[in-house]
């Protein structure tokens, strides 16, 4: 298995299946994706990035990526990270710059966890007055990934 933004892309890809709704799915860099999708006859352009680190994220470089998305027409809409404390902490630290992407969700996976996955949207989360202690309960059922968990994902196939 390759890196987190090829196991995110299968899981988007597995989760369409009953509504075949994505048109295109394209990995533009190694840590950047796009999708188009299709819903009522209107496509629309979605951007994502994932962030391969386990513990550094350039948070400014991404708003900066996702401010530039916006202006070519795309619906900023994925966020992955690894489930680690650190990405946690980076996430409650800049809510402020998250709360603007209206559409977008982030997604916090451990490909090695039963429950693989937690995510939430920042805008709708803050819209209804939601806290770091209420996103903290959302992350319980899945565990922290750690470079051991790193090792053994590259070592393995894990699926979805």
Known sequence: MAELID??????????????????????????????????????????FSEQSLDSCDFDAIVELFNSKQKEDFIISHLVFYNTAYHQKVIFDNWKKLVVFRNLKVFFVNPGSIQKLWAFCPFSHDLVGGTAKGLKVLSADVSNFSSKDLTKLKSENYSI
């Open 7 to 48: 196991w995110f892309m299968h899981y988007l890809k597995q989760k369409d299946l009953h509504y075949n709704g994505i048109k295109g799915l394209e990995k533009l860099s190694d840590n950047t994706f796009s999708v188009e999708k299709s819903k009522l006859g209107k496509v629309t352009k979605e951007f994502g």
